[in-house]
């Protein structure tokens, strides 16, 4: 009921502005960190709140003082999983899908692909919501240092922004 109501209701629009105010409480995400949400909510639904809710219902008919660890943990569980898919349910109704398919961008906007070299490398970042950055995979939120300073700019410009370890400037190479 909640699941499908949820997922009925996800208003999935097309994202494809530089300027970041016509947002309002929209979350902008790529389709695929969406479908990622998606699918860690219905596990969510379908796998783990059985499989919790099992647990607790078996050790709370066995009773045993022994036993009483394994339904205290099982709560937590419980609680982190609710709380988890009602984060999720909220993302999703107000996900906002981030157009990638932009090809050869002229000014910087969410979903590109961006090439910038500074004096040491280049480095090739993903400009994505915050709910799918990962610095690992080089993905980056809007809402960063970083991301905030490349909004907008085009292919030769310079941008400067101030980063945990220190002031950096990167020239931008190429915008995909």
Not at 87 to 109: F, P, R, T
């Amino acid at each position: 009921m909640f699941k499908t109501k949820v997922l009925r209701e996800a208003q999935v629009l097309i994202f494809n502005s530089p300027s970041m105010d016509n947002l309002n409480d929209r979350i902008p995400i790529t389709k695929n960190g969406l479908g990622g949400l998606k699918k860690e909510y219905e596990e969510l639904i379908k796998v783990k709140r059985p499989e919790v809710v099992e647990r607790l219902s078996s050790s709370r008919k066995i009773g045993d003082m022994a036993e009483e660890n394994e339904y205290t943990q099982s709560r937590l569980e419980l609680a982190f999983i609710v709380g988890r898919i009602s984060e999720l349910a909220e993302v999703i109704s107000k996900a906002i899908l981030i157009d990638e398919g932009h090809g050869h961008c002229q000014e910087i906007k969410l979903g590109c692909k961006v090439t910038v070299k500074n004096v040491n490398k280049e480095n090739i970042f993903h400009l994505v919501g915050e709910w799918e950055a990962n610095p690992a995979e080089a993905k980056i939120s809007h809402q960063s240092p970083l991301g905030r300073s490349l909004l907008g700019k085009k292919v030769g410009e310079k941008v400067d922004f101030q980063a945990p370890a220190g002031r950096i400037i990167y020239t931008i190479v190429k915008i995909d």
